[in-house]
């Protein structure tokens, strides 16, 4: 069944940067975009950014652009997700998901959420 | 930047009642919303897409209805299980893909 093994928590100072991985399985992993989300506690969910894959295309939201970074590594089945320039405001869990294919629509399948908190 | 705005914030049901749950989008989002379910510690789990589609394995109990700007969830009987925050998304318009502020719903 399809499959996603977030990285574990991450305590940052203001300032740095963190990576959260996103390990893949049960599906053909070119196959699906997967989408970067965070949820701040009690707000709503935040759509970050979206990698293909197949040939590392990605597109971020605005509100992350400057900061965000979406890799993959093909060879891993693995996605990741690098926040720069880290502020207590970035305190959150932070998810990776993906639907079947490459259109954009709902999302059938999350990872576990990844903690990261900011403080100093 | 589409604005997807929920009410009420919280709703009050007893089990077995009929919850109506309101989602509406800044501007016609056409029928390319989903709805998902989330509960205390868990990753938000899809239930609806394209406004009105049950995704596999949902009880029949969870209907979407709508079009363009306004949409609704009804979950018609209400178990236990169904106590959790449910979020509208939209994806006519991306990026970014945007959502809802959610809508709490809570045993009366």
């Known amino acids: 069944q399809v499959q996603f093994v977030q990285s574990g928590a991450e305590v940052k100072k203001p300032g740095a940067s963190v990576r959260v991985s996103c390990k893949a399985s049960?599906?053909?992993?070119?196959?699906?975009?997967i989408h970067w989300l965070r949820q701040a506690p009690g707000q709503r969910l935040e759509w970050m950014g979206w990698?293909?894959?197949?040939?590392?295309?990605?597109k971020y939201s605005q509100k992350f652009q400057d900061r965000v970074t979406i890799t993959r590594d093909t060879s891993a089945t693995t996605a990741y997700m690098d926040l720069s320039n880290l502020s207590s405001e970035d305190t959150a869990v932070y998810y990776c998901?993906?639907?079947?294919?490459?259109?954009?629509?709902?999302?059938?399948?999350w990872g576990q959420g990844t903690l990261v908190t900011v403080s100093s | 930047e589409i604005v997807m705005t929920q009410s009420p914030a919280t709703l009050s049901v007893s089990p077995g009642e009929r919850a109506t749950l309101s989602c509406r989008a800044s501007q016609s989002v056409s029928s390319n919303i989903a709805w998902y379910q989330q509960k205390p510690g868990q990753a938000p789990r899809l239930l609806i897409y394209g406004a009105s589609a049950r995704v596999t394995g949902i009880p029949a109990r969870f209907s979407g209805s709508g079009s363009g700007t306004e949409f609704t969830l009804t979950i018609s009987s209400l178990q236990s299980e169904d106590f959790a925050v449910y979020y509208c998304?939209?994806?006519?318009?991306?990026?970014?893909?945007?959502f809802g502020g959610g809508t709490k719903v809570e045993i009366k």
């Open positions: 049960g599906y053909t992993f070119t196959r699906s975009a």
């Open positions: 990698i293909n894959p197949a040939n590392g295309d990605t």
């Open positions: 998901a993906a639907r079947p294919g490459l259109a954009v629509a709902g999302l059938d399948f």
């Open positions: 998304q939209q994806y006519n318009d991306w990026p970014p893909l945007t």
